[in-house]
């Protein structure tokens, strides 16, 4: 865990957010997010058991050794007081209107004013504005670090899965849906693999007859975030186990200057 703010200004940094994150964020559920540490340390002394205070990591080339709390301070997102605004995906549905891929709220009725300067009396292409490339004004959640920790993936605890926001009923409705599949994925990828999405699958039961079977590879929170990692991340994602930022964080449903704003007044 990296300690406590110092007093110093806090900083604001920009974090990818896919649709399902942000509707996660949008409902409250949301409250730790994990990426993977780019490039991974290695191990370099002491075990790589799970919690282990004796692990020692490499990083970057630098010619010394870090616990993962000591690596946690060097963490590129910030530490406890700073600020993420999340970057999500905008749809351009005609010329003069634009909405958040996530839940359908136009940005208009968000930031007026930031909209009209974008647009500046033009209309603007149809096309999908990836999370990437949404500017700043734009931003409407703003999440405020905790807490930063450095983990391997698997490590997770099933409460911090719950904290990630997975859910079960969403898992089973289709974890993204259609709308948000990228069309050189293949629709089954993001769900389990087992059962579909559906909970229970067909089993031989005792006299040899088919049965149904609840589904042991999606019935826990953890096993969800698997498959939510695994869809945005790709297959076999998970079974790497990369070392990863483990941040939590409140969210303010708001911009983030004007969040910075009212800690600076």
């Known amino acids: 865990m990296t300690e406590s703010t110092d007093g110093a200004s806090p900083k604001a940094r920009p974090i990818l957010m896919p649709a399902p994150m942000v509707r ?7 409250t730790q997010t994990r990426r993977a540490i780019r490039p991974q340390p290695e191990v370099v002394g002491g075990s790589d058991s799970p919690g282990c205070p004796e692990r020692w990591l490499e990083w970057k080339d630098v010619d010394k050794g870090y616990t993962p709390s000591e690596l946690a301070r060097l963490c590129p997102y910030g530490k406890p007081g700073d600020f993420l605004w999340a970057r999500e995906t905008i749809d351009a549905l005609c010329g003069c209107d634009a909405e958040y891929v996530a839940d359908g709220e136009r940005l208009v009725d ?6 009209d300067i974008w647009r500046n009396g033009r209309d603007l292409p149809l096309r999908t504005v990836p999370s990437i490339h949404m500017p700043r004004w734009a ?4 999440l405020e670090l905790t807490e930063v920790r450095v983990e391997r993936l698997q490590e997770i605890s099933e409460s911090d899965a719950i904290a990630e926001g997975v859910s079960e009923a969403d898992f089973r409705s289709g974890l993204l849906g259609d709308r948000y ?4 994925r293949p629709l089954e990828e993001f769900w389990c693999r087992k059962c579909r999405g559906e909970g229970v699958h067909p089993a031989l039961g005792s006299n040899l007859g088919v049965t149904e079977v609840d589904c042991s ?3 826990t929170a953890e096993k969800l975030y698997r498959n939510l990692w695994e869809s945005i991340n790709g297959p076999e994602s998970w079974s790497q186990n990369p070392w990863c930022w483990c941040l939590s964080f409140n969210v303010h449903q708001m911009n983030v200057d004007e969040m910075l704003g009212r800690k600076a007044a």
């Open 24 to 30: 996660a964020l949008l409902d409250g559920k949301k």
């Open 139 to 142: 931003s409407r959640m703003t």
């Open 181 to 184: 599949v990228p069309t050189n």
């Open 217 to 219: 590879e999606c019935d």
């Open 110 to 115: 968000v930031h007026p004013e930031g909209w």
